[in-house]
């Protein structure tokens, strides 16, 4: 079982990716609440190089007002990951986290279901850009 959803863009640049991502966000609902410059985060704690890779935590209020409300301790699985990186071979990959899949240790099914609410809006994200 994959944990997350991809989507291999060509012929794009990273910024005009990273743009066009937080722009689908924002049309499912989704705002970032934080983001890590994977790239310069490595090269000041550990002098490696990588290639432009960031992470942003993604929040949907509405929903993560309900996981919480269902089960507090939820939280240490919020925000929603979304990484986008530069491949080798100058693609740039999108990745989004299943929250569907993450959630599911929690054995709680309603849980679960809100959970598949927002993993379907994050493929919307993905099949948007």
Known sequence: MNYYHSKILKDKD???VRSEVESALKEEGFGVLTEIDF???MKIKLDKEYLPHVILG??????A???????PHISTMLPCNVTIREMEDGNIEVTAIDPASAMAVVENEELVQHAKEV???????????
């Open 14 to 16: 990273f910024n005009t």
């Open 39 to 41: 790239k310069a985060t």
């Open 58 to 63: 993604a929040c949907n209020p509405t929903y």
């Open 65 to 71: 007002d309900k996981v919480v409300s269902i089960e």
């Open 119 to 129: 993993n379907n809006m994050l493929k919307n994200v993905l099949e948007a850009i």
